[in-house]
């Protein structure tokens, strides 16, 4: 079994700073592309940033100079640093990766995690 553990949201005001950590355990052989999500109220959840094994990175374009993604993976664990933060911010952001399980199966498995909260005061 494979769990994803956010944790790191908050309370903040606007143009403050937060930093969102996500980690993975269980029967990990590799982890390939990781992911942050965030879904506000009445919304769709969206993609923020995506991060390759490689380290190459993307994001959203709103998001784009404010928000950073990282990984350790000897900790296999992906980071999001959002500095600046806006009232439009405020979501419940959701860590997602793909996972290869084992030597001997080159598939890879999307997992979720349990999301954490942001909430963003103007």
């Known amino acids: 079994q494979v769990q994803l553990v956010e944790s790191g949201g908050g309370l903040v005001q606007a143009g403050e700073s937060l930093r969102l950590s996500c980690a993975a355990s269980?029967?990990?052989?590799?982890?390939?592309?990781m992911r942050w999500y965030r879904q506000a109220p009445g919304k769709q959840r969206e993609l923020v940033a995506t991060?390759?094994?490689?380290?190459?990175?993307d994001y959203e374009d709103s998001v784009k100079g404010r928000f950073t993604i990282s990984r350790d993976n000897a900790k296999n664990t992906v980071y999001l640093q959002m500095n600046s933060l806006k009232p439009e911010d405020t979501a419940v952001y959701y860590c997602?990766?793909?996972?290869?399980?084992?030597?001997?199966?080159?598939?890879?498995?999307?997992?979720w995690g349990q999301g954490t909260q942001v909430a963003v005061s103007s």
């Open positions: 997602n990766a793909d996972i290869r399980r084992t030597a001997f199966n080159t598939r890879l498995d999307n997992y």
């Open positions: 991060i390759t094994s490689g380290g190459s990175t």
């Open positions: 269980g029967s990990i052989f590799a982890i390939d592309t």
